[in-house]
């Protein structure tokens, strides 16, 4: 590593130093009420794209929303990281909200659409690209390639609710009566706001009704 990568990296360092201290300058205690127990009533399902960071869009502090990234947000019933991940947050720390959120213009979502080949990740698009194709006449019928992209965002975003909605651990929640609500969001780089995209699943019989609206 030579020196510029290691003044790069010394700036991190700098930057936690004084965050760390920003925070116990407001609160003596957060750090040692963070350590004993994170009780979150969220969890974020997002894209890993490095501009969509979960905490900042919401403002909410650590502890009060527990993640899981990838690229395009999505949920597969095959994807044990995602699935372990959506296990210990419904099971054992009882949140009581579920966001699938997309973003607009996701570099993933394009790939998906270009036809171009991408190496490993292709294997990883496949999922989007079943999206596309239950979508296919709604999407191509826009005009421009922004607009298709951006279709497939929210398309794929909803997708996502009902493979979420259909696991195991969600179901299972329900049957036990369980607090759950899943939603699925959408947000904009450009302007910085969050979209809900009449996607808001707590039941069962809430997503038998999703299913037949969407027929």
Not at 114 to 134: E, M, Q, S
Not at 144 to 154: H, M, N
Not at 182 to 201: F, Q
Request: with cysteine.
């Amino acid at each position: 590593m030579n020196q510029f990568q290691r003044r790069k990296l010394k700036v991190l360092f700098d930057n936690n130093e004084a965050w760390a201290k920003g925070m116990t300058d407001k609160n003596p205690d957060f750090f040692t009420h963070l350590s004993k127990q994170q009780t979150p009533d969220y969890l974020w399902i997002g894209c890993s794209d490095s501009r969509v960071p979960a905490n900042q869009v919401v403002d909410l502090e650590p502890g009060e929303v527990f993640v899981h990234r990838n690229i395009a947000n999505i949920v597969v019933h095959s994807d044990l990281n995602c699935l372990s991940v959506l296990q210990f947050a419904v099971e054992v720390l009882n949140v009581k909200h579920i966001i699938v959120c997309g973003h607009y213009g996701c570099g993933g979502v394009k790939a998906a659409l270009d036809g171009c080949k991408h190496g490993l990740i292709d294997n990883w698009l496949g999922h989007i690209k079943d999206v596309y194709r239950l979508y296919k006449t709604e999407i191509d019928a826009l005009s421009t390639e922004e607009k298709r992209v951006d279709l497939l965002c929210e398309k794929n975003v909803i997708e996502q609710v009902a493979n979420v909605c259909h696991s195991t651990i969600v179901q299972d929640a329900w049957n036990e009566k369980k607090d759950l609500t899943v939603h699925g969001w959408i947000y904009s780089i450009n302007n910085g706001l969050l979209k809900a995209l009449d996607t808001e699943v707590s039941s069962k019989g809430m997503l038998r009704l999703m299913h037949s609206l969407k027929k």
